[in-house]
């Protein structure tokens, strides 16, 4: 029968012997993280001071064994330790921006914010405690299923996402041979077909949106008695989602100069979106949500004439205060930096986009209360793919594959490839 390797990290038995000036020397062999055997040597005045410290020498190299990470994972493990380091993992990966971190990070801790719902599930509470081997396939899928059945649906595909990666990291780390996530049960997604907003019903929009600056009642919202005046700044960033098909997030964050207004048709560089960092507030991050996001849009007409009379107007165009996020060789940076933004808030700073949103709920009253920011970035994609194609909307909208702007953006069904001749060739005349 053979005999069994030593395991990673292990050695065999311990020899010793006398040499010729007296002194001891003892040996064995160690298997190391590599899966290399090497011999570990050590000498000593007598033959059990030769073994205690060829044993310190062991112990050294266990200890450095250990130290990358491998040794930290047994199936004993609990989750706990295990969705801190994803989160470090995560943390570390340069594709995963501060809020899909802080989004993450959402799930597993629960809130200290004391507006927070106590009775919201967190992966830390509900799951940390168990042992690696007590978090088997049936299990996970309880905890996942039991958020479903409570129409939960988003959270409970995001905690299935947040619990590949942290059984992942006992998979990398030898505690399991397989991710017991991978065999829960799918989780399928009823495709939803876009609804842009048709153009007569868009006109009837604007025409209210003009009521409500005014101050009057429009259904939903009762008419401006005191406080803040209504803000004309909610309309144009409606107009310059609906003449680029941007992200409010862009809209928001963006400043004049990333505008061409001299030119035919005049451009606009999306290169800038607003973000929100848990316990830090809002940042303009100086570059955009993806790779495929930054790039160069055309506008139309009645969005660059918006543009140049908001420009005109002494109230606005002015320097903002803002936080920005900002790449220092190779390190993103969190600075103080002043920027003439396109659409500020009230008192030069960033637009808070929560408070927007608000705003906009309050101007599109109940009438049109199906209607957002991201209706009018369907209505672009639909539109410019009725025209051209979903390559060329895709690319307008600032997205690195066509299937998220057809599956999400664009409610035109897809023109299959014309096979009429083929078909009446195979099958004509046949009745």
Not at 287 to 299: E, P, S
Request: glycine fraction near 10%; hydrophobic fraction near 35%; include cysteine.
């Amino acid at each position: 029968m053979p005999r069994p390797a030593t395991e990673l990290g292990g050695y065999g038995d311990i020899g010793a012997k006398e040499q010729k000036d007296g002194k001891w020397r003892a040996w064995a062999t160690f298997r190391d993280y590599d899966g290399k055997s090497r011999l570990v040597e050590a000498s000593g005045p007598t033959e059990s001071k030769a073994k205690a410290e060829l044993r310190k020498k062991l112990a050294a190299r266990q200890k450095q064994y250990k130290g990358r990470a491998r040794g930290k994972v047994t199936r004993d493990t609990r989750l706990a330790l295990l969705m801190d380091m994803w989160l470090e993992e995560v943390k570390r990966d340069e594709g995963v921006g501060q809020q899909s971190y802080d989004r993450y990070k959402g799930e597993i801790d629960a809130s200290e914010d004391k507006r927070a719902k106590k009775k919201a599930v967190k992966l830390r509470p509900a799951l940390g405690n168990l042992r690696v081997w007590e978090a088997d396939t049936g299990r996970l899928d309880d905890h996942i299923q039991s958020i479903a059945a409570a129409g939960l649906k988003s959270k409970a595909r995001l905690h299935k996402v947040i619990l590949t990666g942290i059984m992942g990291v006992a998979v990398r780390h030898g505690a399991l041979t397989e991710n017991p996530v991978r065999d829960t049960s799918r989780m399928r997604r009823r495709k939803l077909k876009p609804q842009p907003i048709e153009r007569e019903r868009l006109d009837g929009l604007r025409a209210q949106l003009r009521e409500w600056l005014a101050g009057n009642e429009i259904p939903g919202t009762p008419a401006y008695t005191y406080g803040p005046q209504r803000d004309r700044l909610v309309l144009d960033v409606a107009d310059l989602v609906l003449g680029s098909g941007v992200r409010p997030g862009e809209a928001l964050a963006a400043a004049w100069d990333q505008f061409d207004l001299e030119v035919k048709p005049a451009t606009y560089t999306v290169s800038a979106t607003v973000v929100r960092l848990a316990g830090k507030g809002l940042f303009r991050q100086e570059w955009a949500k993806t790779d495929a996001g930054h790039r160069i849009v055309a506008l139309p007409e009645f969005t660059t004439r918006m543009l140049k009379q908001l420009r005109a107007d002494p109230k606005y165009g002015g320097m903002c205060e803002v936080k920005a996020l900002r790449e220092v060789d190779g390190e993103v940076a969190e600075v103080e930096d002043k920027v003439a933004l396109v659409f500020p808030g009230r008192g030069g700073v960033l637009r808070d986009p929560h408070n927007f949103n608000r705003t906009w709920r309050e101007a599109r009253g109940t009438l049109y209360k199906d209607v957002t920011q991201y209706t009018f970035r369907k209505t672009v994609a639909t539109l410019i793919a009725e025209a051209s194609d979903s390559k060329t909307a895709a690319k307008q909208l600032g997205h690195s594959r066509e299937s998220v702007t057809e599956r999400h953006y664009i409610a035109s069904p897809a023109q299959a490839p014309d096979s009429s001749a083929v078909l009446e060739l195979g099958f004509g005349g046949t009745s």
